[in-house]
Every structure is written in C-alpha cells, then in structure tokens.
C-alpha cells in the first residue's frame, strides 16, 4: 500500500512537471512564450490534432474543395489562430516575402498597409519601411553569400565523391 502511494506520487509529480510549461505558456502572451515553449506546444500530439480540427472547420466554411485539401494536411499552424506558435524566424521570413516583395511592388505595399492598419497602436514613424529595407538588405545580401557557399561546398562534395 505504501509502494503504490509513493507510485501515485511520483507519477503526479511528473505529470505536473510536465505540464507545467505548458500552463505557464498558455498563461503568457504570444509575445512572451519561449521558442521552447513553442516548439514544444507545435509538437505536442493533442495540439496538433486541435489545429488540425480547427483548420477543417474553417476550410468547411469555404466549401467542400477547400475542406477535402484541408483532410489532407498532417500539420498545420496557423498565426491567426495560434500566434504564440509562430517561431521569430517565421515572422521575419513572411514579412520579408511579403512587404519586401521585389516582383510585385502592389502586392508588397498592400502588405505594408495591413501591417500598418493592424499595427496602429504601436505608431510606426513614416520612414519605418525604409528603415527596415535597410536590415532586410543586409538580411538579402548574407542570405545569397549563404547560398553561393554552399553551391561551392556542394560543388567540392560532388567533386571528391567522384574520385
């Protein structure tokens, strides 16, 4: 009887340690989580299968076509409905593509607009854009270095695997 009280104890006290991340997380802001908090929530079987759940139901709404490809998918995270899952990186990639869109200056500036309009609060200066396309260059320019170094490693690696 005391072997399976001390059992029932440890395993309590390892359910609360494991879940207590997560209801710390679940307490915080999206800003304030943790990547570990985030990729730890993204991976998390019953959170997945939420967002999956959640996905459908809205593809549902937009017709049987939408709802079929949404059946389909396997892992979804959507900022709009769980922005706390969002990695930064993420962030920063779709703003890039999006409001530094370098083919479709319309489709870059109607981005702009909506960061803006959904931003209001944090009133951005008038030169937030062009101060930002500052970083985004420096960001472009180590990003194509990246790519050229590893178009050459790849080229060396082909090379010597072929003698």
């Known amino acids: 009887m005391k072997r399976r009280l001390v059992m029932i104890n440890v395993a309590f006290f390892a359910l609360v340690a494991n879940f ?18 985030r990729i730890k929530s993204r991976s998390d079987p019953a ?5 999956k759940r959640t996905h ?12 079929s490809n949404a059946v389909k998918l396997v892992y979804v995270v959507d900022g709009s ?19 530094f869109d370098s083919t479709n200056a319309e489709a870059a500036g109607a981005w702009r607009a909506t960061y803006r309009n959904r931003s209001a609060n944090l009133a951005l200066s008038n030169d937030f854009w062009d101060r930002v396309a500052v970083h985004v ?20 690696a082909a090379e ?3 003698r």
């Not at 207590?20 to 908090?37: G, S």
């Not at 959170?47 to 967002?51: K, L």
């Not at 459908?56 to 709802?67: H, T």
């Not at 922005?83 to 920063?92: G, H, Q, R, S, V």
């Open 20 to 37: 207590a991340p997560a209801v710390a997380a679940a307490t915080n802001a999206a800003w304030q989580w943790t990547a570990e908090q």
């Open 47 to 51: 959170s997945i299968e939420a967002r």
């Open 56 to 67: 459908v139901q809205k593809a549902a709404r937009s017709g049987p076509d939408a709802e």
């Open 81 to 99: 409905d769980t922005p706390e899952l969002m990695l930064p990186t993420e962030l920063w990639r779709f703003l890039i593509v999006s409001a």
């Open 137 to 156: 260059a420096v960001y472009r320019r180590a990003e194509d270095e990246f790519a050229d170094a590893l178009q050459r490693f790849d080229r060396v």
């Open 160 to 162: 010597r695997a072929q």
